[in-house]
T-cell receptor, first 115, second 115 residues
Framework: DAKTTQPPSMDCAEGRAANLPCNHSTISGNEYVYWYRQIHSQGPQYIIHGLKNNETNEMASLIITEDRKSSTLILPHATLRDTAVYYCIVRVAGVGTGTASKLTFGTGTRLQVTL | KAGVTQTPRYLIKTRGQQVTLSCSPI?????VSWYQQTPGQGLQFLFE???????NKGNFPGRFSGRQFSNSRSEMNVSTLELGDSALYLCASSLDPGGSADTQYFGPGTRLTVL
């Protein structure tokens, strides 16, 4: 799986949009971009994923650049409960060999939402 | 639909003992993966089971083992515990590792402390 690079930490004011960048310059054509977050000592929570098109769900939006070498997770109106470590992961899906199931976590971005 | 459940949530053992952790996947999910999270090494993949077969394994010693039952529930066992095995053990389930986007959903984890 391709490696990702994320800033170690970011701050965001409550109510503002939080834009979390991720660089994955070596991503392959069959690799998806996944985002998870982990609130202190809890299990990682799935947020969103995408292949090449922008995606949106009730939690966030995912913007993937046209060359797919980077992406941005957008939390449109951050709240204090969004304070967490956010992980960007790229991985192959749909292979069916079992190897697709492995998630390789980096160190993520620690997002601090403040009043 | 109920999420991934893990039991017990907290466990204290002493060096040399063994421990068994349990994971019940989301109903209908057939793949179960295990991860270890420590402050020093972060989140690391242990192994993945599908249809009662281990299909993928991380770089951990043989003291770490697991199994999956016909109802997809999974257990992991750590024998001859060492202090360094103190960690948060996370279980994740997915619907179909061969699917187009086999998203993994995590449980709350089991916090193991080895004294």
């Amino acid at each position: 799986d391709a490696k990702t690079t994320q800033p170690p930490s970011m701050d965001c004011a409550e109510g503002r949009a939080a834009n979390l960048p991720c660089n994955h310059s070596t991503i392959s054509g069959n690799e998806y971009v996944y985002w998870y977050r982990q609130i202190h000592s809890q299990g990682p929570q799935y947020i969103i994923h995408g292949l090449k098109n922008n995606e949106t769900n009730e939690m966030a939006s995912l913007i993937i650049t046209e060359d797919r070498k980077s992406s941005t997770l957008i939390l449109p109106h951050a709240t204090l409960r969004d304070t967490a470590v956010y992980y960007c992961i790229v991985r192959v899906a749909g292979v069916g060999t079992g190897t697709a199931s492995k998630l390789t976590f980096g160190t993520g971005t620690r997002l601090q939402v403040t009043l | 639909k109920a999420g991934v459940t893990q039991t017990p949530r907290y466990l204290i053992k002493t060096r040399g003992q063994q421990v068994t952790l349990s994971c019940s996947p989301i109903s209908g999910h057939r793949s179960v993966s295990w991860y270890q999270q420590t402050p020093g090494q972060g989140l690391q993949f242990l192994f993945e089971y599908f249809s009662e077969t281990q299909r993928n394994k991380g770089n951990f010693p043989g003291r770490f083992s697991g199994r999956q039952f016909s109802n997809s529930r999974s257990e992991m066992n750590v024998s001859t515990l060492e202090l360094g095995d103190s960690a948060l053990y996370l279980c994740a389930s997915s619907l179909d590792p061969g699917g187009s986007a086999d998203t993994q959903y995590f449980g709350p984890g089991t916090r193991l402390t080895v004294l």
